[in-house]
């Protein structure tokens, strides 16, 4: 019951005068006075005016009977509570009757007033009530703010309280007498089976989810947090619930908190990690399970972090190196690695690690026992979803043995290779021992025939001799090949004209083309190199030998060469319309001893080492040979050799004047030669012929004796010394350097049993000016001779 006051009439004065007139000076005094008046007529607008609002209510006595009283009472009943509305009353002159006087005291808060009036006190007691009534306003608006107040701090505690009971984490509160006294949506749902869970002892609630000796266990740890005020957090919560068939974990604290006034209560929060929990060890089972399965593994399995720090290697690390846990993890494991392999192991990890590119590297492993086994470590680095690189996972496996078996093979095959070495260097010593035999044979046949005049008598010579140089030929075939085979074979590279060097093998084959009656043409398909960088004995021999075959298997139809330049290679097709080759035998035919078919072999002669020999020299003169070839109706043999062109691209010239680089044969010289070697048969066939080329010769049979016949020949009669390089006493090296030394600077022709560059090299570097192979070439020689004797001497 709040009746409603109005504020702005709350300073007025509400009266009701005796008379009309007091009513008027009632009005001047007090509105001169700042104070509001208002005037009634009779008691009914006297207490509905006050109803409306009143700071003091003014009444002449004469207005005042038992019955009006009432009335007024009524009307300030009205009043609030707060309200004390001061009363004026205006008494008559004269005694007052006290029956009425009791009435009028009745009324509350009334204050009696004489009559005559005196205006100033009449004044200053309606300004001190007025005041008094402010002050009641004042006090109200104060206990509506605190009753405000109160209000909102009841909402507020309404509100937590409905947070904490609709929350659905777990959060409880316990009393001093430890009752439960709130709990949150999360909270009774652990306690569903407890009803009412709110003023239940939370130790017959806990036992009612857990084991007694569970629940006495945590019902301790809230009394003690309740005495001492000491938080709680609990660790490792796991138990079986007694109200379902579960296992749960939960993490929960306890907290002493202020409850209902003054009283201490305790609040439990709990947070339900049994999902968690469930998932860590299904984590843990799958580790174990991972982790077994790679302890079964024969294989090391490790794994290393993003930094390349080692972070597990399975068991069977630990029982092959030894090592302990502790020792293998980060980079200790690396210990365990032979020291001289370490380094390279490392980089092989590391340039495959600084790309996250897969690797593999083999290095020996310590055992435990100390020796080292050789072992393969395979690794490859792992990503996460989003690419991001978490370092490597790899596996290491004992390869020892097969270790030992690729050792075991390397050293067969070094043996194989060193024993086929030695076999080629066997067949090359061999035949360049024949060699020179088989040159003196041929030579002194040449003499005995010059002797002989019977031409029954010549044709047998001729026929030692033609059979010889057949010899010889094979002779030579097996040395290239050897020499090939034990790696001695070495081309010179030299400027070299294609169109003369075809032209060279065109006059060199076309008497056994016409022989035979068969065309040879040589043609070219477009310019090719003037000239080009390459050896040109080798290539005159292989082409000798494709133009000599596809001859000598031809007996119907023509021999072709095509030459073409494309791109810095040279090709030479030689094509044929001979016999051919079945394709079963086309493979076998590079391979040397091999001949296609014993018929074709008997009626052709040859030895089968020729084709192979032209691949290899076509090989290492940067090409290949190739073949097509129809069984009965020929064939095509194709050369191609890397060509860079020296100069322009020429349109070819058969007629190119081939022999320009090589004067004409000389036959004839005048010079005194003084010729050493330790064979007679040398001495023999070099006097020969430098006599039989007009020249004079003095011999002598070792280095030494040279020396010494040059140093005795004072008047220096002697031209030009040809000197052997292996003789006992003093060889031909020796003779050369001291005869420099000694100031000699006649030419020196060496005689070498290997035509190799590196001989020749030698040759030169004792002191020799130029040099020839054996078996001696009575042509060659006697032109270097006649070259050296009319040259300046050196
Ligand atoms: P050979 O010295 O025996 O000729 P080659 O190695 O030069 O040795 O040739 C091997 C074999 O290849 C020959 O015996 C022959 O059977 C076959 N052959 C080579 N060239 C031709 C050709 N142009 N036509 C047919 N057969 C050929």
Redesign the pocket.
């Given at each position: 019951m709040n009746a409603a006051v109005n504020e702005t009439l709350s300073q007025r004065v509400v009266a009701l005068t005796p008379t009309p007139q007091d009513a008027r000076l009632c009005d001047q005094v007090l509105t001169q006075n700042n104070i509001s008046v208002c005037c009634c007529d009779d008691i009914q607008g006297f207490t509905t005016a006050i109803a409306e609002g009143a700071g003091v209510a003014l009444i002449a006595q004469e207005h005042l009977d038992g019955a009006t009283i009432n009335q007024l009472k009524q009307t300030l009943s009205k009043q609030p509570k707060w309200s004390e509305l001061p009363i004026l009353v205006l008494l008559q002159p004269g005694e007052v009757g006290s029956t009425i006087l009791q009435q009028i005291l009745s009324l509350e808060h009334v204050t009696l007033i004489t009559r005559p009036l005196r205006i100033a006190i009449f004044v200053s007691t309606v300004v001190a009530k007025l005041r008094d009534r402010q002050r009641q306003f004042e006090v109200r608006d104060l206990l509506r703010e605190q009753d405000s107040d109160r209000q909102s701090l009841l909402q507020s505690s309404e509100t937590l309280r409905r947070l904490i009971e609709d929350s659905p984490q777990g959060l409880y509160v316990v009393d001093d007498e430890l009752k439960v006294l709130h709990a949150s949506k999360g909270a009774r749902d652990a306690f569903s089976n407890v009803d009412p869970l709110i003023g239940t002892a939370v130790e017959d609630a806990l036992k009612c989810i857990w084991d007694t000796s569970v629940a006495e266990d945590v019902v301790a740890k809230f009394k003690h947090t309740l005495e001492t005020g000491e938080t709680y957090q609990s660790e490792g919560f796991v138990h079986q619930r007694v109200d379902r068939d579960a296992t749960e974990a939960y993490e929960w604290s306890l907290e002493r908190v202020v409850v209902l006034g003054d009283r201490y209560g305790v609040v439990c929060y709990f947070y339900d990690n049994t999902e968690r929990q469930q998932s860590v060890d299904i984590l843990l089972q799958s580790e174990k399970y991972f982790r077994d399965i790679a302890d079964a593994s024969p294989a090391i399995l490790w794994v290393t972090d993003e930094n390349h720090m080692c972070t597990f290697l399975s068991k069977h690390w630990y029982v092959t190196t030894g090592q302990t846990e502790a020792e293998g993890m980060g980079l200790g494991w690396t210990t365990a690695t032979h020291p001289d392999d370490q380094q390279r192991a490392g980089h092989d990890f590391l340039s495959a690690a600084k790309h996250r590119q897969p690797f593999s590297c083999e290095y020996r492993l310590r055992m435990a026992d100390g020796n080292y086994r050789w072992a393969i470590d395979v690794g490859r680095p792992r990503f996460d979803d989003s690419g991001k690189f978490l370092g490597y996972t790899g596996y290491v496996i004992d390869v020892d043995e097969r270790k030992a078996f690729e050792q075991s093979l390397e050293q067969a095959k070094q043996f194989a290779e060193a024993a086929n070495r030695s076999r080629g260097e066997f067949l090359a010593n061999m035949s360049h021992e024949i060699r020179t035999p088989m040159a003196a044979i041929l030579g002194h046949a040449d003499i005995l025939k010059d002797h002989l005049q019977d031409p029954d008598d010549q044709q047998v010579v001729e026929t030692i001799r033609r059979n010889g140089n057949f010899l010889l030929n094979i002779i030579n075939d097996i040395l290239d090949l050897s020499k090939i085979d034990a790696g001695k074979l070495e081309v010179e590279k030299t400027k070299v004209r294609p169109d003369g060097l075809l032209a060279e093998v065109r006059s060199l084959m076309d008497v056994r083309a016409s022989e035979k009656q068969i065309p040879l043409r040589i043609q070219f398909d477009g310019p090719i190199p003037e000239w080009i960088e390459s050896d040109p004995v080798r290539l005159r021999q292989i082409l000798l030998?494709l133009v000599g075959?596809?001859i000598?298997?031809t007996d119907e139809g023509e021999v072709n060469v095509v030459c073409r330049y494309a791109e810095r290679i040279l090709h030479f097709q030689v094509t044929?319309t001979?016999?051919?080759?079945k394709p079963d035998d086309q493979k076998a035919?590079f391979r040397p001893f091999?001949?296609?078919?014993n018929t074709?072999?008997r009626s052709?002669g040859?030895?089968?080492?020729?084709?192979?020999i032209c691949r290899r020299l076509a090989q290492a003169l940067g090409g290949d040979i190739s073949l097509q070839?129809e069984h009965g109706r020929g064939?095509t043999?194709t050369l191609s050799i890397e060509a860079s062109e020296i100069g322009q691209l020429v349109e070819p010239n058969l007629a190119v004047d081939i022999a320009a680089d090589n004067p004409g044969e000389i036959t004839s010289i005048q010079a005194n030669v003084l010729v050493v070697d330790d064979r007679r048969d040398i001495r023999y066939l070099a006097r020969h012929f430098i006599e039989k080329a007009g020249g004079t010769v003095v011999t002598a049979t070792n280095g030494r004796e040279a020396v010494d016949t040059i140093t005795a020949d004072e008047q220096s009669t002697i031209d030009l010394i040809v000197m052997d390089m292996q003789m006992p006493v003093m060889d031909g090296y020796s003779a050369a350097t001291e005869l420099r030394q000694r100031g000699c600077t006649l030419p020196i022709i060496a005689l070498t049993a290997n035509a190799m560059k590196s001989d020749r090299d030698e040759c030169l570097a004792a002191g020799c000016t130029d040099y020839t192979t054996k078996p001696l070439d009575s042509n060659a020689l006697i032109a270097m001779i006649h070259r050296l004797t009319t040259q300046a001497t050196c």
């Open positions: 030998n075959n596809a000598k298997f044929d001979g016999i051919g080759i035919l091999t001949q296609v078919d074709s072999t052709f040859g030895t089968g080492l020729g084709l192979a070839s064939s043999f």
